[in-house]
């Protein structure tokens, strides 16, 4: 009986050492340090927030780059079920949809993230090949020349980390903000 009293007090000093503060002082050391990323890293436009960086968007029409396929159901891009669609490689669903997805996409070859999905079902970015194969139809739909395009396209191409880590990519609702503030024809 006397070690329960200083048993407990030890667990309630590191529970609010560690369960509260600990949190609440990397939350703050965070948002300091880094605070657009602390508060979801949200794209602003006129005042009012059209997105975040580090979230896909749904991008249909003709005159905008289409993100990659999303996982999430039957909501595409909705955080709340961020995660990937867990079906295998063997599975009906699976198959019907890449080959809805690559009649859709045109001839062959086709990057593989026309046709996939990221492991959250979210990613905000597809690849420079990927966005090579839009150019023209964006370019039309805008009435801009595929050099004009082209530009905006290597002006929004995101090298590796540190030139080692990952593959070069587009963040989507960028260039296609980008293409908003390109003058009216």
Request: proline share 8%.
């Amino acid at each position: 009986m006397s070690h329960l009293r200083p048993a407990l007090v030890l667990v309630a000093a590191f529970t609010l050492l560690l369960g509260v503060m600990f949190p609440l002082g990397m939350v703050g050391l965070g948002s300091a340090a880094f605070p657009t990323q602390a508060g979801g890293s949200l794209v602003m436009r006129d005042g009012r927030v059209v997105g975040s960086a580090l979230v896909g968007q749904s991008f249909t029409g003709e005159k905008y780059f289409h993100p990659r396929p999303s996982a999430t159901t039957p909501d595409p891009y909705n955080a709340d079920a961020s995660g990937g669609s867990n079906l295998a490689a063997t599975s009906k669903a699976l198959v019907d949809r890449v080959q809805r997805d690559m009649a859709k996409a045109g001839p062959a070859p086709v990057p593989a993230d026309v046709v996939t999905t990221s492991a959250s079902g979210l990613d905000p970015h597809i690849s420079p090949d990927n966005a090579e194969r839009q150019v023209a139809r964006v370019a039309a739909a805008r009435g801009l020349s595929k050099a004009e395009v082209e530009g905006l396209v290597a002006a929004h191409t995101e090298g590796r980390l540190f030139g080692l880590i990952g593959e070069p990519r587009i963040n989507v609702l960028l260039l296609n903000l980008a293409l908003d503030a390109q003058p009216a024809r």
